[in-house]
């Protein structure tokens, strides 16, 4: 026999044991000649630079279950992991730790710079692949991924090839996001917006031939920026400003003469109706400028500086401070007006925070129109799914308004773009390699593009490029489209849309059917967990506090589809308490599962067997129809709720003393062994670790046992085992309804010792009133069960049975159960003590009816605390009913 199972579950050993031998047994891994229909996960690739936090926990928790979920139902399994180069944040890294050597990037050079990149991942790349494993996730890690990698390189490198050939990829020289700080464009969605309490200023422009007195004035939230202007612009039919459309202003400080116009865009009730127009530092500007031939002065560098154009004074100051700078000579030039509280929006970079800078630039842009249209179709057309469904609206919202995507990035680390220019005739040449001269002239000298490409250009090709293509190899032809991708609502845009769009664009069909979008996990108040905050919790140690079985499952049954998920840390003690609950369970029935089998009389099923099976049975079938419809959340309640308050508190509670002794022991035994199987199956998705280990010890008992159980069993690991199937000859509802109305009965006498304070293992004479003779026959039947479970030494019952004298009584439904209390307790100390609580309770309500009867109370106290008062003084009123009742009882 195995060793007996220590009285204490010890996760961290456990876990560390599980997974080694799941590892060493090679239980992930995915086999494209193997038969059977696939089941595909592609992991979301974590940032080479990131450490496991709850949000990752969570997302690659409920990903787990499913592909564990999946591979038990006999599916081909494919989790494909891997990472993401991440490019500006592994820069923005490097860079830092760079700086505390005192050197800048410029400084190695750019190949000397990658070269460091490169070590650094080498060196931390990995370790949140190992924390993964800490959680219990059964990646094919042989398959791990990295968006740098030689084959996804390629890809990287077709995929803008194709696009450019088919003209969905050009280079404009339009306004994009800049960020300062990291010195690259950023797309509109990798901008995020705050809201910034700032200022309008009121600026005066003076009017050209006009005298000293004229001028037109104009409001703005950035004033540094008008030392770009190139116009003023007006709405053509606001009647204040028709007759000055044509004429010339000053610009302030600069005297540079720009023309006001007439433009529709122009809102009139925007502050004075008169709008500066700034074509290098505006999009809406530039529109503007585009429409009326005007120039671009470019005023503020790429680092946030003013330039040469922005006037000598101010050349090289930082933008905000030439804010100041120039707020105070307009004032002291009596050019400034009014300066008005203003909150806007204001763009940050999503890396390091910065505010970002619109800026005039050069930049390759991905045509997104044509692309968006198939990828609205595949939504609209069912094939692609959001679960919770209300999810494709923001996914639609986003595709129906979509710009173009500008792809190119001013930084070294990343996928470096696939262009070439002669320096000798300034061809353009697109190619996976270097040509050794140019097509057109035959010049040798060639220069690359000196950019990269954004981050979520290669992570779009992920489905299908960790696969192996462009080539069609065996893992693209089989596990190609994949089944469904599990993420945050925060990156439909920046991924889920951008995956859809390339996928049907280079392989024909949508790169997943379903698409899960899980709640972002929250503090107890509701804040966001955030490092500046200090509200994070570390999931690795909670998992070495708590076990990862524990951190899982509370994940999971914290997190209701799609909801936002308020945690703390002491929330883990759930999922501790029941991972003990199994181990406790388990530990009870392997310790009993020796013994005689019994006669031939003796195999019969009882009816506490036939009703655990019953309710395993509804078990089975729930949680199966949950997870395949993305409910894991329930299915995870309901597995809870079986296999504690019906498995543990019921079905092993009644069979201790059939174990124990008794001719029916080997029945017991064969169906707790059943149970305690098909429980470790259903829990192994939410608890992996716990389950397999009490798994294999079941096993090695009921094979040494010789229980029938053990034929089922006969996987080499509870990961491979398969999943429990429905058999719906074990339902036996009828059977369930008796066992509930006993369960209530049971009920109501434990919660009438309760009342009456007398001991939980006294036994008690119990008269049940039946309304009816078949379930005064229930009760007849299963006697034998309410004695042992509710604590009887005597137990009468009979249609319409009379009340005995001082008795408790409890009604259920139409029954009525009498507990007789003579030589139970003393029952003139009970009638004093309860006296002595009904005059305190009438006092109690006296003060509190006086309070709510005073009209200067109810006039002047805040609404919630006149009601706090009125809640408990209606509990009050129904203390005393009981009270009442009880005194009653003792008559």
């Given at each position: 026999?195995p060793?007996?199972l220590?009285a204490?579950?010890?996760?961290?050993g456990?876990?560390?044991?599980?997974y080694?031998?799941?590892?060493?047994?090679?239980?992930?891994?995915?086999?494209?000649?193997?038969?059977?229909e696939?089941?595909t996960?592609?992991i979301p690739?974590p940032?080479v630079t990131?450490?496991l936090?709850?949000?990752h926990?969570?997302?690659?928790?409920?990903q787990?279950?499913?592909?564990?979920f999946?591979r038990m139902q006999?599916y081909?399994t494919?989790w494909?992991?891997g990472?993401?180069?991440a490019g500006i944040?592994?820069?923005?890294?490097?860079?830092?730790?760079?700086?505390r050597?005192g050197?800048?990037?410029?400084?190695?050079?750019?190949?000397?710079f990658?070269?460091?990149?490169?070590?650094?991942?080498k060196e931390y790349?990995g370790r949140?692949i190992?924390?993964?494993?800490?959680?219990?996730?059964?990646c094919?890690?042989?398959?791990?991924r990295?968006?740098?990698?030689?084959g996804?390189?390629?890809?990287?490198?077709?995929t803008?090839?194709?696009?450019?050939?088919?003209?969905?990829?050009?280079?404009?020289?339009?306004?994009v996001n800049w960020?300062?700080?990291?010195r690259?464009?950023?797309?509109?969605?990798e901008?995020e917006?705050?809201d910034h309490?700032?200022?309008l200023?009121?600026?005066h422009?003076?009017l050209?031939e006009g005298d000293a007195q004229?001028?037109?004035?104009?409001?703005?939230?950035r004033?540094?920026?008008?030392?770009?202007?190139t116009a003023?612009?007006v709405?053509?039919?606001?009647?204040?400003?028709?007759?000055?459309?044509?004429r010339?202003?000053?610009?302030p400080?600069?005297e540079?003469?720009?023309p006001?116009?007439?433009?529709?865009?122009?809102?009139?009730r925007?502050?004075?109706?008169?709008?500066k127009?700034?074509?290098?530092?505006?999009?809406n500007?530039?529109?503007?400028?585009?429409?009326h031939?005007?120039?671009?002065v470019?005023?503020?560098?790429?680092d946030g500086?003013?330039?040469?154009?922005?006037?000598?004074q101010y050349?090289?100051m930082?933008?905000?401070?030439?804010r100041?700078a120039?707020?105070?000579?307009?004032?002291?030039r009596?050019?400034?007006g009014?300066?008005?509280?203003y909150?806007?929006?204001?763009?940050?970079c999503?890396?390091?925070h910065?505010?970002i800078?619109p800026s005039?630039?050069?930049?390759w842009y991905?045509?997104?129109q044509?692309?968006?249209?198939?990828?609205?179709?595949?939504?609209?057309?069912?094939r692609?799914t959001?679960?919770?469904?209300?999810?494709?609206?923001?996914?639609?919202?986003?595709?129906?308004e979509?710009?173009?995507?500008?792809?190119?990035?001013?930084?070294w680390w990343g996928h470096?773009?696939?262009v070439y220019?002669?320096k000798g005739c300034?061809?353009?040449?697109?190619?996976a390699e270097?040509?050794?001269?140019?097509?057109?002239?035959?010049?040798a000298?060639?220069?690359?593009?000196?950019?990269?490409?954004?981050?979520?250009?290669?992570s779009?090709?992920?489905?299908?490029?960790?696969?192996?293509?462009?080539?069609?190899?065996?893992?693209?032809?089989r596990?190609?489209?994949t089944d469904?991708l599990?993420?945050?609502?925060?990156?439909?845009?920046?991924?889920?849309?951008?995956?859809v769009?390339?996928?049907?664009?280079?392989?024909?069909e949508?790169?997943?059917s379903d698409v899960?979008i899980?709640?972002?996990?929250?503090d107890?108040?509701?804040?966001?967990m955030s490092?500046?905050?200090?509200?994070?919790?570390d999931?690795?140690?909670?998992?070495?506090d708590?076990g990862?079985?524990?951190?899982?499952?509370?994940?999971?049954?914290?997190?209701?589809?799609?909801?936002?998920l308020?945690?703390?840390?002491?929330k883990?003690e759930?999922g501790?308490?029941?991972?003990?609950?199994i181990?406790?369970a388990?530990?009870?029935?392997?310790?009993?599962l020796?013994?005689?089998?019994?006669?031939?009389?003796?195999?019969?099923l009882?009816f506490e067997?036939?009703?655990?099976?019953?309710?395993?049975?509804?078990?089975?079938?729930?949680?199966t129809e949950?997870l395949e419809?993305?409910?894991d959340?329930?299915?995870a309640?309901?597995?809870?709720?079986f296999f504690?308050?019906?498995?543990?508190?019921?079905?092993?509670?009644?069979?201790k003393?059939r174990l124990?002794?008794?001719?029916?022991?080997?029945?017991?035994?064969e169906?707790?062994?059943?149970?305690?199987?098909?429980?470790l199956?259903?829990?192994?998705?939410y608890m992996?670790?716990?389950?397999?280990?009490?798994w294999?010890?079941?096993?090695?008992v009921?094979e040494?046992t010789s229980l029938?159980?053990?034929?089922?069993?006969?996987?080499?690991?509870?990961?491979?085992?398969?999943w429990p199937?429905?058999?719906?000859d074990?339902?036996a509802?009828?059977?369930?309804?008796?066992?509930?109305?006993?369960?209530?009965?049971?009920r109501?006498?434990?919660?009438l010792?309760?009342?009456?304070a007398?001991?939980?293992?006294?036994?008690?004479?119990?008269t049940v009133?039946?309304p009816d003779?078949?379930?005064?026959?229930i009760?007849?039947?299963?006697?034998?069960?309410?004695r042992?479970?509710?604590?009887?030494?005597?137990?009468?019952h009979?249609?319409?049975a009379?009340?005995?004298?001082?008795c408790?009584?409890t009604?259920?439904?139409?029954?009525?159960?009498?507990?007789p209390?003579?030589?139970?307790?003393?029952?003139?100390a009970?009638r004093?003590?309860?006296?002595?609580?009904?005059d305190?309770?009438?006092s109690r309500?006296r003060?509190?009816?006086?309070?709510l009867?005073?009209?200067?109370?109810?006039?002047?106290?805040p609404?919630?605390?006149?009601?706090?008062k009125m809640?408990s003084?209606?509990?009050?009123?129904?203390?005393?009913?009981?009270?009442?009742?009880n005194?009653a009882?003792l008559?």
């Amino acid at each position: 026999m195995p060793a007996e199972l220590p009285a204490q579950y010890d996760p961290a050993g456990t876990e560390e044991d599980v997974y080694r031998f799941w590892e060493d047994g090679g239980f992930f891994r995915a086999d494209p000649e193997r038969p059977g229909e696939t089941y595909t996960i592609v992991i979301p690739p974590p940032n080479v630079t990131a450490e496991l936090h709850m949000g990752h926990a969570l997302n690659n928790t409920v990903q787990d279950i499913y592909i564990r979920f999946r591979r038990m139902q006999g599916y081909n399994t494919l989790w494909m992991p891997g990472t993401d180069h991440a490019g500006i944040a592994t820069q923005n890294v490097v860079e830092r730790q760079l700086a505390r050597e005192g050197l800048h990037r410029r400084d190695l050079g750019r190949q000397a710079f990658v070269e460091r990149v490169w070590q650094w991942r080498k060196e931390y790349g990995g370790r949140i692949i190992q924390q993964l494993k800490k959680l219990g996730c059964s990646c094919d890690w042989e398959r791990e991924r990295f968006t740098m990698d030689e084959g996804l390189s390629r890809a990287v490198t077709e995929t803008f090839i194709r696009l450019y050939e088919k003209g969905l990829i050009y280079r404009g020289k339009y306004i994009v996001n800049w960020c300062p700080r990291c010195r690259t464009a950023l797309s509109d969605i990798e901008t995020e917006h705050e809201d910034h309490q700032g200022h309008l200023w009121h600026i005066h422009y003076p009017l050209k031939e006009g005298d000293a007195q004229q001028h037109l004035t104009v409001a703005t939230t950035r004033p540094e920026t008008m030392l770009g202007d190139t116009a003023v612009a007006v709405h053509p039919e606001d009647e204040r400003f028709r007759h000055l459309v044509g004429r010339t202003v000053v610009l302030p400080v600069l005297e540079r003469e720009i023309p006001i116009i007439a433009d529709p865009w122009v809102d009139p009730r925007f502050g004075t109706g008169a709008v500066k127009v700034t074509p290098a530092h505006d999009p809406n500007d530039f529109q503007i400028a585009r429409r009326h031939d005007l120039p671009a002065v470019v005023v503020i560098d790429e680092d946030g500086n003013m330039t040469l154009d922005a006037g000598e004074q101010y050349e090289g100051m930082d933008r905000f401070e030439c804010r100041e700078a120039l707020v105070e000579d307009l004032r002291e030039r009596d050019l400034l007006g009014k300066i008005e509280p203003y909150e806007h929006s204001v763009g940050h970079c999503y890396r390091c925070h910065t505010v970002i800078e619109p800026s005039l630039s050069d930049q390759w842009y991905v045509k997104m129109q044509p692309l968006a249209e198939k990828a609205i179709r595949a939504a609209r057309d069912g094939r692609v799914t959001f679960h919770p469904q209300r999810w494709v609206d923001f996914y639609l919202s986003w595709l129906q308004e979509v710009r173009d995507w500008c792809i190119s990035r001013q930084i070294w680390w990343g996928h470096r773009i696939p262009v070439y220019y002669c320096k000798g005739c300034e061809e353009t040449i697109v190619a996976a390699e270097a040509p050794d001269s140019c097509p057109r002239c035959g010049a040798a000298e060639l220069r690359q593009d000196e950019d990269v490409l954004d981050t979520w250009f290669s992570s779009a090709l992920w489905p299908f490029s960790t696969l192996g293509w462009p080539d069609r190899t065996p893992e693209l032809e089989r596990y190609y489209p994949t089944d469904v991708l599990v993420t945050a609502r925060d990156i439909i845009y920046f991924w889920v849309a951008r995956m859809v769009m390339m996928g049907l664009e280079f392989m024909g069909e949508v790169p997943f059917s379903d698409v899960y979008i899980h709640g972002n996990i929250l503090d107890e108040q509701g804040r966001k967990m955030s490092k500046s905050l200090g509200n994070g919790i570390d999931p690795l140690d909670v998992i070495e506090d708590y076990g990862a079985d524990a951190v899982r499952f509370c994940l999971i049954m914290l997190s209701p589809e799609g909801q936002d998920l308020k945690l703390s840390e002491s929330k883990f003690e759930m999922g501790r308490h029941f991972a003990n609950k199994i181990w406790n369970a388990a530990r009870f029935t392997l310790m009993n599962l020796e013994g005689e089998a019994g006669g031939e009389d003796e195999r019969e099923l009882r009816f506490e067997d036939r009703w655990v099976l019953s309710r395993l049975q509804d078990t089975i079938e729930t949680a199966t129809e949950d997870l395949e419809g993305f409910h894991d959340h329930e299915a995870a309640h309901a597995i809870y709720d079986f296999f504690w308050h019906e498995f543990c508190d019921w079905y092993l509670e009644v069979i201790k003393p059939r174990l124990q002794h008794g001719p029916a022991g080997g029945v017991a035994r064969e169906t707790v062994a059943t149970v305690l199987d098909t429980s470790l199956r259903l829990l192994h998705p939410y608890m992996p670790f716990i389950t397999e280990e009490l798994w294999r010890q079941l096993k090695a008992v009921a094979e040494e046992t010789s229980l029938e159980a053990a034929g089922e069993m006969d996987a080499e690991a509870l990961i491979h085992a398969p999943w429990p199937q429905g058999d719906p000859d074990r339902r036996a509802t009828a059977l369930e309804e008796q066992m509930a109305l006993l369960q209530e009965i049971i009920r109501a006498i434990r919660n009438l010792r309760k009342e009456k304070a007398i001991p939980d293992r006294r036994p008690l004479s119990v008269t049940v009133s039946s309304p009816d003779e078949g379930t005064d026959a229930i009760i007849g039947r299963q006697a034998e069960f309410l004695r042992q479970m509710a604590v009887l030494e005597e137990l009468d019952h009979d249609v319409e049975a009379k009340k005995p004298a001082r008795c408790a009584t409890t009604v259920i439904g139409t029954l009525e159960v009498f507990v007789p209390l003579e030589e139970v307790i003393d029952i003139e100390a009970e009638r004093k003590r309860l006296a002595k609580q009904r005059d305190e309770l009438e006092s109690r309500i006296r003060a509190a009816d006086k309070v709510l009867h005073n009209p200067d109370f109810l006039a002047k106290a805040p609404q919630e605390v006149v009601q706090q008062k009125m809640d408990s003084a209606d509990e009050l009123r129904a203390q005393l009913r009981k009270v009442i009742q009880n005194l009653a009882d003792l008559d």
